[in-house]
């Protein structure tokens, strides 16, 4: 059974930075395409991040690039999310799921098979 678990969210000033983790536990990364995911409360859900699986091929949403670094660590099974330079608007709970579904060339933000169960990130002075 797919069971994932962020950790790493808080309170940060504008400017700062945090690293968010996913540990996956039931399945090897190396199979799935990876992404995280952001909601803020009465928005939308949004696509942060991803990296496809054939290629590992990665995708950033406009609002993050340059900021933000999706990885995996596959002897440890774990997803990061590496957020600098932290903005206001970025407050939201921070989501990584997986999919095993086959994806390349950085069209890796569609539909997603597991997810977990979320981490708060609050960007405020």
């Known amino acids: 059974q797919v069971q994932l678990v962020e950790s790493g969210g808080g309170l940060v000033q504008p400017g700062g930075s945090l690293r968010l983790s996913c540990a996956a536990s039931g399945f090897s990364l190396d199979f799935y395409a990876i992404a995280w995911f952001r909601q803020a409360p009465g928005k939308e859900r949004e696509g942060v991040s991803c990296m496809c699986s054939i290629d590992s091929s990665i995708y950033y949403a406009d609002s993050v690039k340059g900021r933000f670094t999706i990885s995996r660590d596959n002897a440890r099974n774990t997803v990061y999310l590496q957020m600098n330079t932290l903005k206001p608007e970025d407050t939201a709970v921070y989501y990584c799921?997986?999919?095993?579904?086959?994806?390349?060339?950085?069209?890796?933000?569609?539909?997603?098979?597991?997810w977990g169960q979320g981490t708060q990130v609050t960007v405020s002075s």
């Open positions: 799921a997986v999919d095993g579904a086959p994806s390349y060339g950085g069209n890796c933000m569609g539909e997603y098979d597991f």
